[in-house]
């Protein structure tokens, strides 16, 4: 289906690019209302619905705004009939946070799932690699 791998390859670098732009109409756009997203920082749970989601934006957005960058390195795809996922890893830090730490990546694995015959991001997780 590469024609489904595609439109969510567009899907993930049209959200990415709202991220960094600090986009928030953008950045939901292709979410579905029941979205669970765990992210690096807390709550720990992760947060539940489109309304939680939305609301962990803002505080990002403030610390990107200080220079911060926010781009997909690398992406891969995989789509079903209803189902998909994607992984990547993003350079996403300050310069100074990336110049300490060249090689350290946000990886970042999205649940989509096709509803009404579009794709919508269902699942989300970020993390970092924890340094021993």
């Known amino acids: 289906m590469p024609d489904d791998e595609q439109q969510i390859r567009t899907l993930i670098e049209r959200w990415a690019a709202a991220v960094h732009a600090g986009d928030l109409d953008a950045v939901?756009?292709?979410?579905?209302p029941d979205i669970v997203m765990f992210d690096v920082p807390p709550p720990y749970a992760g947060v539940r619905g489109l309304e939680a989601y939305e609301a962990t934006w803002p505080?990002?957005?403030a610390w990107q705004a200080q220079g911060a960058s926010f781009d997909i390195e690398s992406l891969d795809v995989v789509a079903g009939g209803d189902v998909a996922y994607a992984h990547a890893l993003l350079r996403?830090?300050?310069r100074e946070d990336l110049a300490a730490r060249p090689v350290n990546r946000l990886r970042l694995?999205?649940?989509l799932r096709r509803d009404d015959?579009?794709?919508?991001v269902a699942h989300e997780h970020h993390s970092f690699p924890i340094e021993l």
């Open 92 to 94: 996403c830090g300050t």
């Open 117 to 120: 015959g579009r794709w919508v």
């Open 28 to 32: 939901l756009a292709d979410h579905a």
């Open 109 to 111: 694995t999205l649940g």
């Open 59 to 61: 505080p990002f957005f």
